[in-house]
Every structure is written in C-alpha cells, then in structure tokens.
C-alpha cells in the first residue's frame, strides 16, 4: 500500500533519542507536526515535537495511542519491541515495516539473512552452549570475537577471543546464561565505511556518499566523507548496499556499515532507520538523511544526495562536553556545533552532540584528522 503524506499531516516517533530529534527537526520544517513515544519524560524529541507519550518502547496500548493520534508511524532505533511495530502494522501505516527492526535487534539472524542473500559477511557460528563455541573456534581459528545475538550497542556484550584462557573465559560466560550468540571471526581490515540508502514504498532508491568511520573504545568518534578508500571500493559499497536495501524491501532508510578488506568488503552490520554516520548530511548534503526519511515514509520524491562539501564529523561525549563548550569561542567560522538535549548525568560516554567541520578538499581533511587526534 503506498500512501502520499503531505505535510500539515502528523508524524509519529516511535522513540525520542536524538535520531528521533533530528527528523522532527527536519519533518517540520517541511509543516508536518510530530508526536513522539519514549519512557524519559522530557527527552530529546520531545523538545521539538507537538507532545511526547512518556510510555515504555514494549507498552502496546501506549504506541497505539501514538498511531491513533498520528498519520504515520516510523522507528528511530532498534530499541523499539518489534512485537509491538509487528502488532500497529496490522492497523496503522508503518511503512518501515517489522522485519527489517526484527532483523537487525538479533545479530545471529542479521548475518543469517545477509548470507541467505549472498552478500558478503565474514565466516559465523550460532553459539548457545560452551562445546558449540568451541567447535566453532576450532573452524575459524584465533582471533575471534563472540557477540550476544540479541541486546548489546558501542562494544557491549562483546568479547574478542585470542587464546584459550579467553576461550575458557567465553566459555565460561556463555555457560552461566541462557542466550544465544554469534562467534565471527575476527577480520583484518584497513578501514571502516558505511552507507546510506534511502527507499520508497514502490523501490525508488537514493545513496548517500560512502563515509569512512572512526573508532574509539567500540563508539564511533569520527567519520570523514568523501571516505579515503579507492573508486573500485566505493562503486563495489554503494551496489552493496543498494542490493541489500532491496533484499529487505526498505522504506525509508538503511545503513549498512563494512570492513574495507585487502580482498574485498565485508558487510559488518545493517541498521534501518538514520544513523550516527550519516548526520554529516545535516550540512554537507542537500538533502539530510532526515529529511529523506521523511520523504520516503510520506511518499515524497526523494531528493538529491550528492555531497556538497568535504566534511569530518566528531561525537561529541559526556567526557568531551565541557571541554568543547569551554573552547567553542575559540573555534574557526567553519566549524558547526550540534546538540541533542539530553538532561541529567552527562555519562562519560553518552553520546551529547556533534561537530560537523567543513573541509575545502582531501589536504585539509587530513589535517582537520590530525588536529582533532590531537585534540581529542
């Protein structure tokens, strides 16, 4: 079913993180009004939207209050219970739809899917006891890193297994639960990309440039566009991702994050919805990955999405905030602050905003790279 939602019309969000914030910004700005769902009374989209429901993200009378109230539902993360998007589909338009939510919340079924469909992932096991973990070491050798299938974000619920002490550390901790994991094997890569497909209701696609990613203790730091990886690499990224954007049928926005390989890309993860690499497109794009999914849920053209500046990205964390605020008058003109509005303790590694630096070309993003290692 394909439906055109015109602005004036009210959009429901299905979470109220700074994801959720930032499309509310975007949607109206195009006159759509916004009603949120989220547990945290007064949280980030709450801020800009007409009026928040404070509901947990598995209380189904609370999100069909949204939808009752609403044109269009979408999800910002994959916090959200896909029971309960599974259950509004039947009656409300939910054009994102529950599978590709169920898909990426359960990382096992992820890399299942994606191999299913013949993209490239590095070699898995499905782990649910310590002698399958075992077994599976013993196929794909040392370093491996075992991952809880469901749950889990930034590193956590994460552990990277290079000896047999660490296996029987993994064993251990596998045999103490009652969940089931995934074991991959630890890749080589030379660096990280990601890319973002946005897509209509009847397939109409548009790709976002490929970013390169920066990590730091397992949290993103830092993502550079246009990535620094070869045009075979990028042309081979954007097909990936626009094959898989199909496989699964998206409406509105897919992620799909690889390692670069010296023998070819490997599909890392896949998120659909916006995505913290992807909020570069803010000010260097004409057309932001939140307005896109805008777009694409309300059955608007898509727009373009070519990039209109070199541009490095930087989160912004709790440990870095008051440093930040404290310099910001020193920074150059070129240099642009996001923040997302979030109260309360200001966790050392909460994510609070972004620094979005505008470059004139390749030259200077190196040395906005180097400045910014420095400096952080």
């Known amino acids: 079913m394909v439906k055109t939602i015109l602005p004036g019309s009210a959009i429901g969000i299905l979470g109220g993180g700074q994801l959720g914030r930032m499309t509310a910004i975007e949607a109206r700005k195009m006159g759509y009004r916004i009603f949120c769902l989220d547990p945290t009374p007064g949280c980030p989209c709450s801020q800009v939207a007409d009026d928040q429901i404070v509901a947990d993200f598995d209380d189904v009378e609370a999100a069909v209050r949204l939808a009752e109230r ?34 990426a919340q359960n990382r096992l079924l992820e890399k299942q899917q994606l191999r299913q469909g013949g993209f490239p992932v590095a070699p898995f096991f499905r782990v649910t006891n310590p002698e399958e973990l075992t077994a599976g070491m013993t196929e794909i050798g040392y370093p491996g890193v075992l991952k809880i299938a469901r749950g889990g974000y930034d590193g956590k619920g994460q552990l990277v297994i290079n000896n047999h002490q660490e296996l029987d550390k993994a ?25 973002i497909v946005a897509r209509t209701e009847t397939g109409k696609v548009a790709v976002y440039p490929v970013a390169e990613n920066i990590h730091r203790e397992n949290i993103l730091h830092m993502t550079v566009v246009p990535a620094r990886i070869s045009p075979q690499e990028e042309a081979a990224a954007i097909e990936i991702a626009r094959e898989i954007a199909h496989f699964f049928q998206i409406v509105g926005l897919l992620t799909v994050e690889f390692f670069v390989t010296p023998s070819g890309l490997l599909v890392n993860e896949i998120a659909p919805r916006p995505h913290n690499s992807g909020h570069y497109t803010l000010d260097a794009c004409y057309i932001s990955q939140f307005e896109q999914l805008t777009r694409a849920v309300c059955g608007l053209p898509l727009g373009p999405t070519q990039l209109l500046t070199p541009a490095v990205m930087i989160n912004i964390l709790g440990r870095d905030l008051p440093g930040i605020l404290e310099k910001l008058p020193g ?18 590694k909460r994510k609070m905003g972004h620094l979005l630096i505008k470059a004139d070309g390749p030259r200077e993003i190196d040395a906005i790279i180097r400045e910014l290692e420095d400096r952080w």
């Not at 910002?76 to 998007?85: K, L, P, Q, T």
């Not at 064993?171 to 991959?184: M, Q, S, Y």
């Not at 920074?331 to 050392?348: C, D, E, M, Q, S």
Request: hydrophobic share 40%.
């Open 171 to 195: 064993c251990a901790l596998v045999k103490a639960g009652d969940n089931e994991w995934i074991l991959e094997k630890m890749i080589s890569f030379t660096c990280e990309v990601s890319v």
């Open 331 to 348: 920074f150059p003109g070129h240099v642009k602050i996001h923040l997302y509005g979030k109260g309360g303790n200001a966790a050392p």
């Open 70 to 103: 609403v044109d269009v539902l979408i999800y910002e993360f994959e916090n959200i219970d896909a029971r309960v998007v599974e259950e509004l589909e039947k009656h409300y338009y939910l054009p994102q739809k529950s599978r590709p939510l169920a898909v």
